[in-house]
């Protein structure tokens, strides 16, 4: 046994002295002597920079591994497509191919996304070393950017064209592929809603061959957004449980398009039992007087809209109530079907404004945002204060959106606040459309610049012509006056008018000019105009009003007052917020007429289910009296078109009997109700629905005969409907309205269209 034991234990011994030798000897053959290295195929790579890949070149010891290691570097580099390494008794000879340079980068097939976006998101540029990797890289990319627009079969094709010394064209040849759209959306697990009302409140919609807008597209990003809009809409009728287990959107078989697939679960719904508030702030007494003001109330479903709306209302009331830093925490106990509310108030430590920020502004200067702020740096920071200058800044009309933060600065119990603005397209065009029986069409063009060299001064020229009137203005606003709250305004107008029969020509030109000022929330103007007007008819006239004005040169010099106040929150689509004006003017400072005029207007807009929809009130009332025998017709009311829907701008009130022209009234009222909403429209166009209904009349000449309707109070009615949109140059609107009650000499407009800033 021992015997056969030393003998295995010998033969190991061979076994491992024969490895040892044999790893020895392969090492001895990998070792190689070269004296001698060849580059060839580098033209815009030198060959130091090849030979810098060698391990302490030009001393490099080489063997097996060093080539492998030379080789793999060599390639990494991303400079050459191929390598391949000779070795000829003692010379190593080095043979690459480059990869071109980029000369040129086209995109053809490209009509829905621009090339400037396709070259953002290619990974090559020109001049740039051509690398396949970035090649395949630079096709998804743009495949990816398609699909964001349905366009999920887009095919992208990379032609090379070689040219001299190394370089290449590349030309993306891009088939855009058919549009791919949501042909079905789907729920599972919606017990208490129908399928509609829930398609009803996602962003995305079916398709359909009647839907010319909407968001009928497949974009994977936008069912996160889906998701939350079935959250909110579940949150807001009480089921504070609601989950979306799975959204999914399913490629059809034959590529038509996506069936989209929603899994939800509604949990139960709650009902309020108890609201409370929690915060040494105030006393008990006040804390009833509090929850009876939010919009919860004991009894009603829970809703989360609700309760995110009264958190903002106890934020606003105890900051304009002194308070700093309100922090409102709601929490909620449920208990089966019921929930207790408990909003728990505290307040921070008081803090003083360190530095204030204003960026985002390329154009308008720092002062023009600024001079709205009601707090300056050093006050103690007021939350209330800092909404109100938010507000005002967002009313100049200058910028897209206006937003702020605050943040700790380094001096102890201060902070610093930035203001991030957004500018938008202060400088527009604005262009109307409209149809008449009296002035046949009618066509409105102006020109506006708001932000005027971004020191807010306001330049504007418009034009209004038809077959039968034109009207031009031009006028210029400087809103901070030798750096004060004082606003210097001026315009020059000229209007020209005919009667439908061409015998009654009327032309009034002037300017005005005056200043304003702001005193707390009330705006004031103190203005002088001076116009000159002149009635002329032809010899077969049947004009009957206007005995004792034709060629005559009328001349009024008027001095007016106003009085106004702005707390809308928005410049051209108020949601919330009331604008009045009341202005008072007096003639007979020189010229040939003297009368006093009064007129006040009032807008009022109202939320409805926190801002689903907009209710408007609009209201307008005024008089004249002469001081002397009569008042002109250049100096009455007109009543019609924006004010009175579905007639022409002139269109109700006293008209001349014999050629039926419109002469004014010095009496007039009118109101209008409206209701605005994006419900049921497509989203991401703001496209909105309105309807209204118009009322208001105007009465009362100086003159008793010769006139249709010179006593006629009776009102006119008009109910009606239209269509607004925001579009790059402004809003577009589109009005239908139908005259429920007029007068046989009333003109009607039923129809009317207008893009761009409202002046």
């Given at each position: 046994m021992l015997i056969i034991f030393k003998k295995i234990t010998f033969l190991i011994k061979c076994f491992l002295i024969l490895f040892i030798l044999a790893n020895i000897s392969v090492s001895f053959a990998d070792q190689l002597n070269i004296k001698k290295i060849v580059v060839n195929g580098e033209k815009r790579i030198s060959e130091s920079f090849i030979l810098n890949f060698l391990p302490n070149y030009p001393d490099t010891e080489f063997d097996t591994d060093v080539l492998n290691n030379f080789t793999k570097d060599l390639y990494n580099s991303g400079m050459f497509s191929n390598i391949t390494l000779k070795i000829n008794d003692t010379t190593l000879e080095i043979n690459v191919k480059e990869y071109p340079v980029i000369n040129e980068i086209i995109f053809t097939g490209n009509d829905l996304i621009d090339e400037e976006i396709l070259s953002e998101i290619i990974s090559v540029k020109t001049r740039d070393v051509l690398n396949e990797n970035n090649l395949n890289d630079s096709i998804d990319n743009i495949r990816v950017e398609y699909q964001k627009i349905g366009r999920y079969l887009a095919e992208v094709i990379i032609k090379k064209t070689d040219i001299s010394e190394?370089?290449?064209?590349?030309?993306?040849?891009?088939?855009?592929?058919?549009?791919?759209?949501?042909?079905?959306?789907?729920?599972?697990?919606?017990?208490?809603?129908?399928?509609?009302?829930?398609?009803?409140?996602?962003?995305?919609?079916?398709?359909?061959?009647y839907k010319i807008f909407g968001s009928n597209k497949f974009i994977p990003e936008r069912l996160e957004y889906d998701k939350e809009k079935l959250r909110e809409f579940y949150n807001r009728r009480g089921y504070i449980d609601f989950d979306v287990i799975v959204a999914r959107g399913d490629l059809l078989p034959n590529y038509s398009g996506f069936n989209l697939n929603f899994i939800i679960d509604e949990g139960q719904r709650y009902t309020i039992n108890k609201i409370d508030i929690s915060t040494s702030l105030i006393d008990i007494t006040k804390k009833d007087l509090l929850i009876k003001k939010i919009d919860l109330e004991q009894g009603d479903f829970f809703n989360s809209k609700a309760l995110e709306e009264s958190s903002k209302y106890l934020i606003n009331y105890f900051e304009n109530d002194g308070f700093n830093f309100i922090r409102v925490i709601p929490s909620m106990k449920k208990n089966k079907n019921l929930v207790d509310i408990t909003f728990n108030i505290t307040e921070g430590d008081e803090k003083y404004i360190n530095k204030i920020?204003?960026?985002?502004?390329?154009?308008?200067?720092?002062?023009?945002?600024?001079?709205?702020?009601?707090?300056l740096e050093g006050d103690p920071f007021n939350k209330a204060k800092l909404d109100s200058s938010i507000k005002s800044i967002k009313r100049l009309g200058y910028f897209e959106s206006v937003n702020y933060n605050l943040e700790d600065s380094n001096t102890p119990n201060s902070l610093d606040i930035t203001i991030k603005v957004k500018e938008t397209n202060t400088g527009s065009v604005s262009f109307g459309i409209g149809y008449s029986s009296l002035n046949d069409t009618s066509v409105a063009f102006g020109l506006n610049e708001r932000n005027f060299l971004g020191e807010g001064k306001k330049l504007r020229l418009e034009a209004n012509f038809s077959s039968k009137k034109s009207t031009y203005r031009l006028g210029m606003t400087e809103p901070y006056f030798m750096d004060r709250r004082l606003s210097l305004f001026g315009n020059i107008f000229d209007q020209e008018s005919e009667n439908s029969?061409?015998?009654?020509?009327?032309?009034?030109?002037?300017?005005?000019?005056?200043?304003?000022?702001?005193?707390?929330?009330?705006?004031?103007?103190?203005?002088?105009?001076?116009?000159?007007?002149?009635?002329?008819?032809?010899?077969?006239?049947?004009?009957?009003?206007?005995?004792?004005?034709e060629g005559v040169e009328i001349i009024t010099s008027s001095i007016s007052h106003s009085l106004s106040k702005d707390t809308r929150d928005s410049f051209f689509n108020p949601t919330s917020g009331y604008k009045w004006r009341f202005q008072n003017t007096i003639a007979g400072i020189g010229g040939d007429s003297n009368f006093y005029r009064s007129e006040v207007n009032f807008k009022s807009y109202y939320p409805i289910n926190y801002g689903e929809y907009t209710f408007g009130f609009k209201s307008g009332a005024g008089f004249i009296t002469a001081f002397d025998d009569k008042i002109t017709s250049s100096n009455r009311f007109f009543l019609g078109g924006k004010t009175i829907r579905g007639f022409d701008n002139a269109g109700i009130g006293p008209r001349d009997t014999g050629n039926n022209q419109a002469i004014g009234g010095n009496n007039f009222y009118?109101?209008?109700?409206?209701?605005?909403?994006?419900?049921?429209?497509?989203?991401?166009?703001?496209?909105?629905?309105?309807?209204?209904?118009?009322?208001?009349?105007?009465?009362?000449?100086?003159?008793?005969?010769?006139?249709?309707?010179?006593?006629?109070?009776?009102?006119?009615?008009?109910?009606?409907?239209?269509?607004?949109?925001?579009?790059?140059?402004?809003?577009?609107?589109?009005?239908?309205?139908?005259?429920?009650?007029?007068?046989?000499?009333?003109?009607?407009?039923?129809?009317?269209?207008?893009?761009?800033?409202?002046f």
């Open positions: 190394g370089r290449v064209n590349l030309n993306f040849e891009i088939n855009e592929g058919t549009l791919l759209v949501v042909k079905n959306i789907n729920f599972e697990g919606n017990k208490n809603y129908s399928d509609s009302e829930l398609k009803s409140n996602i962003s995305t919609k079916e398709d359909a061959w920020n204003i960026v985002g502004n390329s154009r308008t200067n720092d002062s023009v945002i600024r001079r709205e702020l009601t707090l029969k061409g015998d009654v020509k009327s032309n009034s030109s002037g300017i005005d000019f005056g200043i304003g000022f702001q005193s707390k929330e009330i705006y004031q103007t103190l203005k002088y105009k001076l116009t000159t007007s002149e009635t002329t008819t032809s010899s077969n006239s049947t004009a009957n009003s206007i005995t004792g004005e009118n109101l209008s109700l409206e209701m605005k909403s994006d419900k049921l429209m497509p989203d991401d166009t703001g496209l909105k629905w309105f309807v209204f209904s118009d009322i208001g009349s105007i009465w009362e000449t100086d003159y008793k005969s010769g006139v249709r309707g010179h006593d006629d109070k009776a009102p006119r009615i008009t109910n009606g409907f239209g269509l607004s949109m925001t579009t790059p140059i402004g809003p577009l609107e589109m009005i239908w309205g139908y005259p429920v009650q007029s007068k046989n000499y009333d003109l009607e407009e039923n129809f009317q269209f207008s893009i761009g800033t409202s």
